[in-house]
């Protein structure tokens, strides 16, 4: 994999976020649409993760996304940024957190 100075990693902006909606879309088994609360903002982030997680168990959920990325449409739909995740051969986990932090925090 190719490397990266410091100054461009210090663009991705990771925030704290908390999911506050997540459906199924329509026509897919793997993307989960979802809108996250960072506080001041809120962004709609579809996530391929519906093979791993049901959508119910996903609210209230605290995640680490990537909340600069440039919007992109998948399946016709909006996706204003990423949530961050963990993947090897057999499972996929999100990047959760394990104390109360304030949504919309900057992971540094």
């Given amino acids: 994999m190719e490397t990266i100075n ?3 990693f210090l663009k991705v902006d990771l925030r704290l976020g908390k999911i506050i ?12 649409k979802t809108i996250i609360d960072l506080g001041e903002t809120k962004k709609q982030i579809l996530a ?8 119910e168990d996903l609210i209230n ?5 990537v909340a600069n990325l440039s ?16 993947k090897d ?14 949504i919309g925090s900057k992971v540094s």
Avoid at 24 to 32: A, D, Q, Y
Wanted: aromatic residues 6%; glycine residues 8%; hydrophobic residues 40%.
């Fill in 6 to 8: 410091f100054e461009d």
């Fill in 71 to 86: 919007p992109k449409k998948i399946m016709g739909i909006d996706s204003e940024g990423m949530i961050l995740a963990i």
């Fill in 61 to 65: 959920k605290n995640v680490v996304i």
């Fill in 89 to 102: 051969e057999d499972n996929l986990s999100l990047l959760f957190t394990d104390k109360d932090i304030k």
């Fill in 21 to 32: 909606e997540a459906e199924r879309v329509e026509g897919s088994v793997k993307i989960i």
């Fill in 48 to 55: 391929g993760i519906g093979e791993y997680y049901i959508p």
